[in-house]
């Protein structure tokens, strides 16, 4: 491990300065998706399928188009069709097919047509004018009845080559990994656990909806700004879907108000695009909360099945799980993922795993938080906590013995490097919430989790001032914080103070592709770069200085933001501040600016280990979590401020996941629930105060040790709060949400 | 859409009597507005009702009984220390309705004429005894708070006809009043079952009992037979399982998205048990 030039003594790293962006966003300063305008700007409106499943017999948008306020009417007509390719490759033609329906509504909410309109209410009014003839087809909204040999089928040929032989049609890719022999494994096993679990969809729940304002020419240049993860794959993906060159089309990224996954597509910005290009004016578009929830990307539902093996001594002898991912009307539920991670924490001798993305009657799944992660690891860390209840083992013993370390093989293949579970767990087994007394009625649940991390393509510059400050370009939306980390980064490098880097979020035009922020990459990639470009720029100074005193440039080096002579032997020089070496960076050669751009790949995988005390009211089956401690390996926190967030924010949303929220469809396939009231996310008032402990255990791939801390957080909790629930209710919870009605049906059911 | 705002409740009934289409009484707009954004009803009519005078009044009479005008807000009711003090669970049923910003805007009249079984207030004030004036074009009448809604979105009121004034009844002595409802979360939430209880002790004997159900019907209940079970009782658990039985008895609750038919009809005799403690306890004048 080639480690010797990695830092691990730092100035401002793992500092807590305030955030850059803060100001604005507590003032009302920062501008959202919804907050542009653009003189001659139109209002648009979505038409959106009643239907759960219908052909669609004709569109009429003549009476639309008459009304006086009406600029333009757009159906999938007015899209450039990319040719139909089955499976993986015909990714733009799932994202055009969803953004704009085509022969076939495939779910309640399918965007049909769209107007602009020269207000938000005439739009409205006008979308009532066109009229739709549907011819209303058989539907499926479960995973397990979408794979029944008598599903409807939602598209033929959408099976990708992985698919055994004689699956149903909504059944668009397999998946299957493992070593060892699991028959044998099962076969030493003192006690062998086999059950069945399932999960609800939820949604990201993000407050900011989908809002975006675009421009484009009948010359095939564009603007568009938006509410993104990432406006290089919109930029691409609008590129694609409109028929333009991407270049033409420059996308700036707004302030994001959350976006956790949900927002690294598109939905509403070709749309409007297409309008604008129709009525030659500026299209503003913003979605309702209910659109959000109809016609937007929630998280997959599951069905999975769990096999463990265990010894006396509490040794996994075998694992195997089958997991059946719903991820609506199109490819991409992530089955392969949660069959890779469901193991992942443990070092297993005999494991299997198999996967299935499979289509439904809903909206078109979107990433959420380490998705397919929480789900499996919901069910896998189920059973390993039946197992323990019933061999009378410590849940936190059983999972350090047969935790995953360095050396490790993977239950997905590869060998693990310096990893953190372990001190993890040690660190729960250590924590005063794990040996903290419960009341009557109450229960602690333990879980792990893991999630990948992801380094992805990334592109950063940095710019010198005459003055000394800095100012640094990064391509991935600040969605946690990371423009507070990227300054600290800088500062590290340059040596100069946090406040004097400006942090922006560049748009297309101003930097090469950037990946989106997702896969907890931020930090990890653009901090990643970010040094390199400060380092670059360092390379630059320390050229200046070494012109300025006559000596070679490697006679020189930098310290605490000064140039100095690197040894007695170059010289006796006095060293020369950053601020120095800029004032006269003019006459010296010129601007002074560092870049870096790869794809780095050494991202370095995450664990983390949660500790949950729930307490239910055996009269309604009613949850309150009254502690919680989240533990996770950061590798090293930049700002521990925002890596706390991060934990917290994942315990959060998994709290609402294990007790409440769920997408609730009626007989006819039309979402029940589209409105916050009934999709109950949780409030303040439902969450503890979730503590959180920072393991550092430093990633290799990263100069200053850095893993993601993004998704790992929301791996754990829907186990440890269903562990939790089923020792304080007495009865196993196998199917979320765990909400009062479920729960008090179990404790009658249980006697 | 036509806007008016009338300077009184007759001049009111005028617009409304004469109106073609939907039309809608604007107090707080916390339901009417909340609609109209979400196209769910855009009336034809709107009738602004917060310029007529007094109506954010809350007045003690001098029985002891309460006259509050249409457009006095939840806020206003919580604030309220007497009006609190007599009847603490009408006032914490209001006060459970939405956001703090809610609670500026929401009144018990548009949560009464919304017509939903599960309005947190209703129960409370049928439980209360509590009366609403009705003024239409034949002049004003009195009429029961649970005699107003008929069904989910419906109400008793004929055309022309609107609420004009709440009465809530004097506490009297050795009376408690108490409000609970389930939800899943803590707040922000919708009843998936309340209850109303309203008692009057002697000694510790229940000697008078009103015992109300949202959230387990098309409309509010009042529930005789869970009165019954406590009245000459001193609330102990045979009365209290009684209670429990007749409540669940009375539900009549449908399966969905928000609760099931089974876990409304258990919950129901729950909170009836709990509410009718709390009450109890307010009765004997301790705190609950």
Same mark, same amino acid.
């Given at each position: 491990?080639?480690?010797?030039?990695?830092?691990?003594?730092?100035?401002?790293?793992?500092?807590?300065?305030?955030?850059?962006?803060?100001?604005?966003?507590?003032?009302?300063?920062?501008?959202?998706?919804?907050?542009?305008?653009?003189?001659?700007?139109?209002?648009?409106?979505?038409?959106?399928?009643?239907?759960?499943?219908?052909?669609?017999?004709?569109?009429?948008?003549?009476?639309?188009?008459?009304?006086?306020?009406?600029?333009?009417?757009?159906?999938?007509?007015?899209?450039?069709?990319?040719?139909?390719?089955?499976?993986?490759?015909?990714? &733009?033609?799932?994202?055009?097919? *969803?953004?704009?329906?085509?022969?076939?509504?495939?779910?309640?909410?399918?965007?049909?047509?769209?107007? %602009?309109?020269?207000?938000?209410?005439?739009?409205?009014?006008?979308?009532?004018?066109?009229?739709?003839?549907?011819?209303?087809?058989?539907?499926?909204?479960?995973?397990?009845?979408?794979?029944?040999?008598?599903?409807?089928?939602?598209?033929?040929?959408?099976?990708?080559?992985?698919?055994?032989?004689?699956?149903?049609?909504?059944?668009?890719?397999?998946?299957?990994?493992?070593?060892?022999?699991?028959?044998?494994? &099962? %076969?030493?096993?003192?006690?062998?656990?086999?059950?069945?679990?399932?999960?609800?969809?939820?949604?990201?729940?993000?407050?900011?909806?989908?809002?975006?304002?675009?421009?484009?020419?009948?010359?095939?240049?564009?603007?568009?700004?938006?509410?993104?993860?990432?406006?290089?794959?919109?930029?691409?993906?609008?590129?694609?879907?409109?028929?333009?060159?991407? +270049?033409?089309?420059?996308?700036?990224?707004?302030?994001?108000?959350?976006? &956790?996954?949900?927002?690294?597509?598109?939905?509403?910005?070709?749309?409007?695009?297409?309008?604008?290009?129709?009525?030659?004016?500026?299209?503003?578009?913003?979605?309702?909360?209910?659109?959000?929830?109809?016609?937007?990307?929630?998280?997959?539902?599951?069905?999975?099945?769990?096999?463990?093996?265990?010894?006396?001594?509490?040794?996994?002898?075998?694992? $195997?799980?089958?997991?059946?991912? $719903?991820?609506?009307?199109?490819?991409?539920?992530?089955?392969?993922?949660?069959?890779?991670?469901?193991?992942?924490?443990?070092?297993?001798?005999?494991?299997?795993?198999?996967?299935?993305?499979?289509?439904?009657?809903?909206?078109?799944?979107?990433?959420?938080?380490?998705?397919?992660?929480?789900?499996?690891?919901?069910?896998?860390?189920?059973?390993?906590?039946?197992?323990?209840?019933?061999?009378?083992?410590?849940?936190?013993?059983?999972?350090?013995?047969?935790?995953?370390?360095?050396?490790?093989?993977?239950?997905?293949?590869?060998? !693990?490097?310096?990893?953190?579970?372990?001190?993890?767990?040690?660190?729960?087994?250590?924590?005063?919430? !794990?040996?903290?007394?419960?009341?009557?009625?109450?229960?602690?649940?333990?879980?792990?989790?893991?999630?990948? *991390?992801?380094?992805?393509?990334?592109?950063? +510059?940095?710019?010198?001032?005459?003055?000394?400050?800095?100012?640094?370009?990064?391509?991935?939306?600040?969605?946690?914080?990371?423009?507070? +980390?990227?300054?600290?980064?800088?500062?590290?490098?340059?040596?100069?103070?946090?406040?004097?880097?400006?942090?922006?979020?560049?748009?297309?035009?101003?930097?090469?592709? *950037?990946?989106?922020?997702?896969?907890?990459?931020?930090?990890?990639?653009?901090?990643?770069?970010?040094?390199?470009?400060?380092?670059?720029?360092?390379?630059?100074?320390?050229?200046?200085?070494?012109?300025?005193?006559?000596?070679?440039?490697?006679?020189?080096?930098?310290?605490?933001?000064?140039?100095?002579?690197?040894?007695?032997?170059?010289?006796?020089?006095?060293?020369?501040?950053?601020?120095?070496?800029?004032?006269?960076?003019?006459?010296?050669?010129?601007?002074?600016?560092?870049?870096?751009?790869?794809?780095?790949?050494?991202?370095?995988?995450?664990?983390?280990?949660?500790?949950?005390?729930?307490?239910?009211?055996?009269?309604?089956?009613?949850?309150?979590?009254?502690?919680?401690?989240?533990?996770?390996?950061?590798?090293?926190?930049?700002?521990?401020? !925002?890596?706390?967030?991060? !934990?917290?924010?994942?315990?959060?949303?998994?709290?609402?996941?294990?007790?409440?929220?769920?997408?609730?469809?009626?007989?006819?396939?039309?979402?029940?629930?589209?409105?916050?009231?009934?999709?109950?996310?949780?409030?303040?008032?439902?969450?503890?105060?979730?503590?959180?402990?920072?393991?550092?255990?430093?990633?290799?791939?990263?100069?200053?040790?850095?893993?993601?801390?993004?998704?790992?957080?929301?791996?754990?909790?829907?186990?440890?709060?269903?562990?939790?629930?089923?020792?304080?209710?007495?009865?196993?919870?196998?199917?979320?949400?765990?909400?009062?009605?479920?729960?008090?049906?179990?404790?009658?059911?249980?006697? | 859409?036509?806007?008016?705002?009338?300077?009184?409740?007759?001049?009111?009934?005028?617009?409304?009597?004469?109106?073609?289409?939907?039309?809608?009484?604007?107090?707080?707009?916390?339901?009417?507005?909340?609609?109209? @954004?979400?196209?769910?009803?855009?009336?034809?009519?709107?009738?602004?009702?917060?310029?007529?005078?007094?109506?954010?009044?809350?007045?003690?009479?001098?029985?002891?009984?309460?006259?509050? =005008?249409?457009?006095?807000?939840?806020?206003?009711?919580?604030?309220?220390?007497?009006? =609190?003090?007599?009847?603490?669970?009408?006032?914490?049923?209001?006060?459970?309705?939405?956001?703090?910003?809610?609670?500026?805007?929401?009144?018990?009249?548009?949560?009464?004429?919304? =017509?939903?079984?599960?309005?947190?207030?209703?129960?409370?004030?049928?439980?209360?005894?509590?009366?609403?004036?009705?003024?239409?074009?034949?002049?004003?009448?009195?009429?029961?708070?649970?005699?107003?809604?008929?069904?989910?979105?419906?109400?008793?009121?004929?055309?022309?006809?609107?609420?004009?004034?709440?009465?809530?009844?004097?506490?009297?002595?050795?009376?408690?009043?108490?409000?609970? @409802?389930?939800?899943?979360?803590?707040?922000?939430?919708?009843?998936?079952?309340?209850?109303?209880?309203?008692?009057?002790?002697?000694?510790?004997?229940?000697?008078?009992?009103?015992?109300?159900?949202?959230?387990?019907?098309?409309?509010?209940?009042?529930?005789?037979?869970?009165?019954?079970?406590?009245?000459?009782?001193?609330?102990?658990?045979?009365?209290?399982?009684?209670?429990?039985?007749?409540?669940?008895?009375?539900?009549?609750?449908?399966?969905?998205?928000?609760?099931?038919?089974?876990?409304?009809?258990?919950?129901? =005799?729950?909170?009836?048990?709990?509410?009718?403690?709390?009450?109890?306890?307010?009765?004997?004048?301790?705190?609950?």
């Amino acid at each position: 491990m080639a480690l010797d030039d990695r830092k691990s003594e730092f100035t401002f790293v793992g500092t807590r300065p305030n955030r850059p962006d803060g100001l604005d966003k507590v003032t009302g300063r920062a501008k959202f998706g919804a907050d542009m305008s653009a003189p001659g700007m139109l209002h648009g409106a979505i038409l959106r399928s009643p239907h759960a499943h219908a052909r669609i017999v004709k569109i009429d948008t003549s009476k639309a188009e008459a009304h006086k306020e009406v600029k333009a009417v757009v159906t999938r007509a007015d899209f450039a069709d990319v040719p139909f390719k089955p499976g993986l490759e015909g990714e &733009f033609w799932n994202v055009l097919e *969803n953004v704009m329906a085509g022969e076939k509504a495939l779910y309640d909410g399918h965007a049909v047509a769209a107007v %602009a309109a020269t207000s938000a209410l005439a739009a409205r009014d006008a979308l009532k004018l066109i009229e739709v003839e549907y011819e209303v087809l058989p539907h499926v909204t479960d995973v397990d009845k979408a794979m029944a040999p008598d599903a409807p089928v939602i598209r033929e040929g959408a099976a990708d080559y992985s698919v055994p032989e004689g699956m149903h049609p909504n059944v668009v890719r397999y998946h299957e990994s493992g070593h060892g022999d699991v028959e044998a494994g &099962f %076969a030493e096993a003192d006690l062998v656990i086999e059950d069945s679990f399932v999960t609800e969809a939820t949604h990201q729940g993000y407050i900011e909806p989908h809002a975006c304002l675009g421009m484009l020419g009948n010359d095939g240049k564009g603007e568009l700004w938006c509410t993104t993860q990432g406006h290089w794959i919109a930029q691409k993906t609008c590129a694609a879907l409109l028929g333009i060159e991407t +270049s033409q089309l420059r996308v700036t990224a707004s302030e994001i108000g959350g976006g &956790f996954g949900g927002k690294t597509t598109v939905f509403i910005e070709p749309v409007a695009l297409a309008l604008s290009r129709k009525a030659n004016r500026p299209v503003k578009l913003v979605m309702t909360r209910s659109e959000v929830f109809r016609a937007t990307g929630p998280t997959s539902s599951a069905s999975m099945d769990i096999k463990i093996g265990m010894k006396k001594d509490g040794t996994i002898s075998a694992a $195997q799980g089958v997991f059946r991912l $719903q991820g609506g009307a199109f490819p991409g539920a992530p089955g392969d993922m949660t069959a890779m991670c469901a193991f992942a924490p443990y070092n297993l001798t005999n494991v299997k795993q198999v996967g299935y993305d499979v289509m439904a009657n809903r909206p078109k799944q979107a990433a959420y938080r380490a998705p397919g992660a929480p789900m499996g690891a919901f069910a896998v860390e189920s059973v390993i906590d039946e197992l323990c209840k019933k061999l009378g083992l410590d849940p936190v013993d059983v999972r350090l013995k047969n935790a995953a370390h360095e050396g490790t093989k993977a239950s997905y293949g590869p060998r !693990y490097e310096r990893i953190g579970l372990v001190e993890t767990l040690e660190a729960a087994k250590a924590h005063p919430h !794990y040996s903290a007394p419960l009341k009557p009625g109450q229960g602690r649940g333990i879980s792990c989790g893991f999630w990948f *991390n992801h380094g992805g393509e990334t592109s950063v +510059s940095l710019a010198l001032s005459e003055d000394g400050s800095a100012q640094l370009m990064v391509g991935t939306p600040d969605i946690g914080g990371s423009r507070a +980390s990227m300054a600290l980064m800088a500062a590290e490098v340059l040596g100069i103070p946090y406040e004097n880097i400006r942090v922006t979020i560049a748009d297309t035009a101003t930097l090469g592709y *950037n990946d989106v922020s997702h896969g907890s990459r931020v930090t990890y990639a653009s901090g990643l770069a970010t040094i390199k470009a400060a380092k670059h720029a360092v390379e630059k100074l320390c050229e200046r200085a070494a012109a300025s005193w006559g000596i070679p440039t490697d006679a020189v080096k930098w310290e605490n933001g000064c140039a100095v002579p690197s040894g007695p032997n170059a010289g006796d020089f006095d060293p020369r501040p950053l601020a120095d070496i800029t004032a006269h960076m003019g006459s010296t050669g010129g601007p002074i600016s560092g870049h870096f751009e790869a794809t780095p790949e050494g991202a370095g995988v995450s664990f983390g280990t949660h500790i949950v005390d729930a307490e239910v009211d055996p009269e309604t089956g009613k949850t309150s979590i009254t502690r919680y401690t989240v533990i996770q390996d950061a590798g090293k926190a930049i700002h521990p401020t !925002y890596v706390e967030g991060q !934990y917290q924010g994942g315990a959060a949303q998994g709290i609402g996941w294990a007790l409440n929220e769920e997408y609730i469809y009626g007989e006819d396939g039309r979402l029940q629930n589209s409105i916050f009231l009934d999709y109950r996310i949780p409030v303040a008032s439902d969450l503890p105060m979730i503590d959180t402990v920072i393991v550092e255990v430093p990633n290799p791939g990263h100069p200053f040790g850095v893993r993601g801390v993004g998704e790992t957080g929301i791996v754990p909790p829907l186990a440890a709060i269903a562990n939790a629930v089923s020792h304080a209710a007495g009865v196993r919870m196998r199917q979320l949400p765990m909400s009062p009605p479920r729960i008090l049906a179990a404790l009658k059911e249980n006697g | 859409m036509d806007y008016h705002s009338p300077a009184s409740f007759a001049e009111a009934s005028a617009l409304a009597a004469n109106a073609t289409g939907i039309t809608r009484f604007l107090a707080g707009g916390t339901d009417v507005l909340v609609q109209l @954004r979400s196209e769910l009803v855009t009336p034809d009519t709107l009738i602004d009702l917060k310029k007529i005078d007094g109506v954010s009044d809350i007045n003690s009479n001098a029985d002891g009984s309460w006259t509050l =005008g249409v457009a006095a807000t939840g806020a206003e009711m919580s604030e309220h220390a007497e009006l =609190g003090r007599d009847w603490p669970g009408v006032v914490e049923a209001m006060d459970l309705i939405g956001s703090t910003q809610v609670q500026g805007r929401a009144t018990l009249t548009g949560n009464l004429c919304n =017509g939903s079984p599960a309005a947190d207030s209703v129960p409370a004030m049928v439980a209360a005894g509590v009366s609403v004036t009705v003024t239409g074009p034949e002049g004003d009448r009195e009429v029961a708070v649970e005699d107003i809604p008929t069904g989910p979105g419906k109400t008793s009121l004929a055309k022309g006809e609107l609420i004009s004034a709440v009465h809530i009844p004097a506490r009297g002595e050795n009376g408690g009043d108490a409000y609970l @409802r389930f939800i899943p979360r803590t707040e922000m939430d919708i009843a998936v079952v309340g209850v109303g209880v309203n008692l009057r002790l002697d000694g510790d004997t229940v000697t008078e009992a009103r015992v109300s159900l949202g959230a387990v019907a098309p409309t509010v209940l009042l529930v005789e037979d869970c009165a019954k079970a406590i009245i000459g009782s001193t609330l102990d658990d045979a009365a209290l399982d009684a209670l429990a039985a007749a409540a669940s008895a009375a539900c009549n609750p449908i399966d969905d998205k928000r609760g099931t038919i089974a876990f409304r009809t258990e919950v129901a =005799g729950v909170l009836a048990k709990r509410a009718a403690k709390i009450a109890y306890a307010r009765a004997k004048g301790e705190q609950a």
